[in-house]
């Protein structure tokens, strides 16, 4: 009998993914622009985040923090940031962390205690979902985006009520109900906290963020979103009054117990922040219109109202086949599966950017005929 290894069930449980097509492997790459470089192969970027394509400014990275922020790892450069990204969000002050997933962490676990009640959107991305496990509220996840089944959850009694949503649905590409969230926030004096991660600097007014959109951006009570995204930089930040802020910089772990995001990143973001955003906004509204009008044209069905757009395929191995068929024809949409997404739901998620031409759009959409054709 072979021996048996301390660590033989990872083994198993790796055999169990790999069987469900579920397996996720590592893959190297050099994204620039509109392309990316994969094994030498040249692609057609689908798959950024970097929304506004902002172009590349040099990154001075002169300084390493070294320490967290209550020690020495703040400088002024935090300063500067958070007074700018609070304006930007019409909030009293605003608090960087070193990602969005931190910011999500930190921040919900800060405020929500045992007592409280928790609605949270059914798609709501994993680092929400993780952050309502760290407090002791009890929650309870509403349908996606459905304002009944919202409204009838807010019923329940509690200390603090607080309804969590992504602003633009991460995997989804439509926007939150957020009109109508306000209003049942109002009527059930619920606080309202938007993770807008994918909605910030890509929406609304300046980019000011999917509320804005809407026009209730001055009744959301805690913002939380990405410098990695849309702003095309790196880390995260909330935007809120500032009692909160004090408080999760006295109880947020993942603000206290890590290093500070180095300020080279925080000054690198507050260039991209002061540059022409409102320029590469537009073109990448234009080119959000003409990838999906393209793609209704072909017969996809097309929901999103974002520039992110899923083409969903449902079965796992399907929508693998899909994106290698993509990739061997030089365009990269990296195939999204359990547990992103829930099963059987797995997907194509293109992500429009402003780094694309015209061209790279016309190429696209004959490859996405091509794969039309071969799978639906
Ligand atoms: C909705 C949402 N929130 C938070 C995050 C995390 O942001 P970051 O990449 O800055 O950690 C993501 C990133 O995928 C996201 O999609």
Same mark, same amino acid.
């Given at each position: %009998?072979?021996?048996?290894?301390?660590?033989?069930? !990872?083994?198993?449980?790796?055999?169990?993914?790999?069987?469900? @097509?579920?397996?996720?492997?590592?893959?190297?790459?050099?994204?620039?622009? +509109?392309?990316?470089?994969?094994?030498?192969?040249?692609?057609?970027?689908?798959?950024? &985040?970097?929304?506004?394509?902002?172009?590349?400014?040099?990154?001075?990275?002169?300084?390493?923090?070294?320490?967290?922020?209550?020690?020495?790892?703040?400088?002024?450069?935090?300063?500067?940031?958070?007074? !700018?990204? =609070?304006?930007?969000?019409?909030?009293?002050?605003?608090?960087?962390?070193?990602?969005?997933? %931190?910011?999500?962490?930190?921040?919900?676990?800060?405020?929500?205690?045992?007592?409280?009640?928790?609605?949270?959107?059914?798609?709501?991305?994993?680092?929400?979902?993780?952050?309502?496990?760290?407090?002791? +509220?009890?929650?309870?996840?509403?349908?996606? @985006?459905?304002?009944?089944?919202?409204?009838?959850?807010?019923?329940?009694?509690?200390?603090?009520?607080?309804?969590?949503?992504?602003?633009?649905?991460?995997?989804?590409?439509?926007?939150?109900?957020?009109?109508?969230?306000?209003?049942?926030?109002?009527?059930? &004096?619920?606080?309202?906290?938007?993770?807008?991660?994918?909605?910030?600097? !890509?929406?609304?007014?300046?980019?000011?963020?999917?509320?804005?959109?809407?026009?209730?951006?001055?009744?959301?009570?805690?913002?939380?979103?990405?410098?990695?995204?849309?702003?095309?930089?790196?880390?995260?930040?909330?935007?809120?009054? @500032?009692?909160?802020?004090?408080?999760?910089?006295?109880?947020?772990?993942?603000?206290?117990?890590?290093? =500070?995001?180095?300020?080279?990143?925080?000054?690198?973001?507050?260039?991209?922040?002061?540059? &022409?955003?409102?320029?590469?906004?537009?073109?990448?509204?234009? &080119?959000?219109?003409?990838?999906?009008?393209?793609?209704?044209?072909?017969?996809?069905?097309?929901?999103?109202?974002?520039?992110?757009?899923?083409?969903?395929?449902?079965?796992?191995?399907?929508?693998?086949?899909?994106?290698?068929?993509?990739?061997?024809?030089?365009?990269?949409?990296?195939?999204?599966?359990?547990?992103?997404?829930?099963?059987?739901?797995?997907?194509?998620?293109?992500?429009?950017?402003?780094?694309?031409?015209?061209?790279?759009?016309?190429?696209?959409?004959?490859?996405?005929?091509?794969?039309?054709?071969?799978?639906?």
């Amino acid at each position: %009998m072979a021996s048996k290894h301390k660590l033989d069930f !990872v083994d198993t449980e790796l055999q169990a993914i790999k069987q469900n @097509n579920l397996y996720r492997k590592l893959r190297y790459g050099k994204a620039q622009g +509109a392309y990316i470089t994969i094994n030498g192969k040249k692609l057609l970027n689908l798959c950024s &985040n970097d929304y506004l394509g902002i172009p590349i400014t040099k990154i001075q990275a002169n300084q390493l923090q070294s320490s967290s922020r209550l020690v020495s790892g703040n400088d002024e450069s935090y300063k500067k940031l958070e007074k !700018v990204l =609070a304006k930007h969000k019409s909030q009293q002050n605003s608090l960087i962390f070193p990602t969005g997933y %931190m910011a999500n962490l930190g921040s919900i676990s800060a405020i929500a205690k045992k007592g409280d009640l928790i609605l949270s959107d059914e798609l709501n991305h994993a680092s929400i979902i993780e952050s309502c496990k760290l407090t002791d +509220a009890k929650v309870l996840i509403y349908k996606h @985006n459905d304002m009944q089944d919202l409204q009838i959850k807010t019923k329940q009694k509690a200390k603090n009520k607080f309804i969590i949503t992504e602003g633009v649905f991460s995997m989804d590409g439509d926007l939150s109900s957020l009109k109508q969230i306000t209003e049942i926030a109002e009527k059930t &004096n619920a606080i309202t906290i938007v993770d807008d991660a994918h909605g910030d600097f !890509v929406i609304g007014k300046d980019g000011k963020g999917t509320p804005n959109h809407f026009h209730v951006g001055k009744k959301i009570d805690l913002y939380i979103s990405s410098l990695s995204k849309g702003l095309g930089s790196f880390g995260g930040y909330i935007a809120t009054q @500032n009692n909160v802020v004090d408080l999760c910089i006295n109880k947020s772990k993942s603000f206290i117990y890590t290093s =500070a995001l180095p300020s080279f990143l925080v000054k690198h973001s507050l260039k991209r922040f002061e540059s &022409n955003r409102e320029k590469q906004k537009k073109k990448l509204e234009k &080119n959000t219109k003409s990838l999906s009008k393209g793609l209704r044209e072909i017969g996809f069905e097309i929901n999103s109202e974002s520039q992110i757009i899923p083409i969903i395929v449902g079965n796992e191995k399907s929508a693998m086949d899909f994106g290698k068929f993509l990739f061997d024809n030089g365009i990269f949409v990296q195939p999204i599966r359990y547990p992103t997404v829930p099963k059987n739901q797995a997907r194509l998620r293109i992500s429009v950017t402003a780094w694309l031409k015209d061209k790279d759009i016309e190429r696209a959409l004959e490859i996405f005929q091509k794969a039309y054709v071969k799978f639906c």
